[in-house]
Every structure is written in structure tokens, then in C-alpha cells.
Nanobody, 122 residues
Framework: QVQLVESGGGLVQAGGSLRLSCAAS????????MGWFRRAPGKEREFVARIGWSGGITYYVDSVKGRFTISRDNAKNTVYLQMNSLKPEDTAVYFC???????????????WGQGTQVTVSS
């Protein structure tokens, strides 16, 4: 059973930066694709970014391209989301997810963390 714990959220002014971390335990981290999602108040959960097993392949939702960077450190069993030039519309609870392939995560399954709140003030 894989457990995911997010950290690094908080309150930041527009234009600022945060780095989220997601620490995994209980599985073979390097065999999982990892992703970040977010859910803003009153909205559906939204895909943000994902990264392949080795970190060489990444994808982003258009709204964060050029501002957010996903990375992973397999030696530390951790995936990161560096968020720069934050906007008020980035305010949400951010979740990380893991599975052996992305189709599992996209279907809402796999392993999920409890989320970390990011609030961007204008």
C-alpha cells in the first residue's frame, strides 16, 4: 500500500512562488508515474502536471505551462511541483497521485494524498 503525503502549501501573494513536495512510502517509487491535481472551491478536480518513471517525460495543463515545473527524486521517493508567478486563480487544494500507469490515475484510481492548501492573494 502506497502512502502519499503532500507538504509545502501556504499563503503567498500573487507573483510569488511555492514548492510543493509529495513524499511516498510503502511502494517502489521508481515504478510509479506521478501527478499533481488541484481542486479549487466550487470546482471539479483538475489535472495540473504529470511525470514519468524516470522524470524524462512531463505534461502540464495549459494554464500552468511556463510557470510550474514538476520533478522527481527517486532516491528520496519524492515528487515536487515548483510553482512560480502564482496567480489568484491557482488557489486550490493540491493533491499528488501515483499509479503504475497514467490511465489508472486519470480514472480517479491509484494512490492519492490528502492534499495541501495553496492560497494566492491578489
Amino acid at each position: 500500500q502506497v502512502q502519499l503525503v503532500e507538504s509545502g502549501g501556504g499563503l503567498v501573494q500573487a507573483g510569488g512562488s511555492l514548492r510543493l513536495s509529495c513524499a511516498a512510502s510503502g511502494g517502489t517509487f521508481s515504478t510509479y508515474v506521478m501527478g499533481w491535481f488541484r481542486r479549487a472551491p466550487g470546482k471539479e478536480r483538475e489535472f495540473v502536471a504529470r511525470i514519468g518513471w524516470s522524470g524524462g517525460i512531463t505534461y502540464y495543463v495549459d494554464s500552468v505551462k511556463g510557470r510550474f515545473t514538476i520533478s522527481r527524486d527517486n532516491a528520496k521517493n519524492t515528487v515536487y511541483l515548483q510553482m512560480n508567478s502564482l496567480k489568484p486563480e491557482d488557489t486550490a487544494v493540491y493533491f499528488c497521485a501515483a499509479a503504475v500507469n497514467w490511465a489508472i490515475v486519470a480514472g480517479g484510481n491509484g494512490y492519492w494524498g490528502q492534499g495541501t492548501q495553496v492560497t494566492v492573494s491578489s
